[in-house]
């Protein structure tokens, strides 16, 4: 069993930056390509961004492209999603999630094995 979880949420100006972090444990980190998505109220749980296992290959989604970035430290067993140039429509919850021997190019929801409990993002206007 897989156990992640995701922390560094909060309230934020539109133009601000936050850097979530999602802390694994319980199988070997390198084995997992990670994503991050994120579910604003009454919408469907959307693909963000993916990193590869070993770090050099990330995929991110046009709606966060050149705002976000995903890295991972492996000694840490540790993915962050580091947010700049904030706006109001990124205010969702996000999650990480772990596919077992994936890769970056994985984007759909059921492409991933084990999910964090989400953290709360809110960007003000």
């Known amino acids: 069993q897989v156990q992640l979880v995701e922390s560094g949420g909060g309230l934020v100006q539109a133009g601000g930056s936050l850097r979530l972090s999602c802390a694994t444990s319980g199988r070997t980190f390198s084995n997992y390509a990670m994503g991050w998505f994120r579910q604003a109220p009454g919408k469907d749980r959307e693909f963000v961004g993916a990193i590869s296992r070993s770090g050099g290959v990330t995929r991110y989604a046009d709606s966060v492209k050149g705002r976000f970035t995903i890295s991972r430290d492996n000694a840490k067993n540790t993915v962050y999603l580091q947010m700049n140039s904030l706006k109001p429509e990124d205010t969702a919850v996000y999650y990480c999630?772990?596919?077992?021997?994936?890769?970056?190019?994985?984007?759909?929801?059921?492409?991933?094995?084990?999910w964090g409990q989400g953290t709360q993002v809110t960007v003000s206007s």
């Open positions: 999630a772990a596919a077992v021997y994936g890769t970056s190019y994985m984007s759909k929801v059921n492409d991933y094995n084990y």
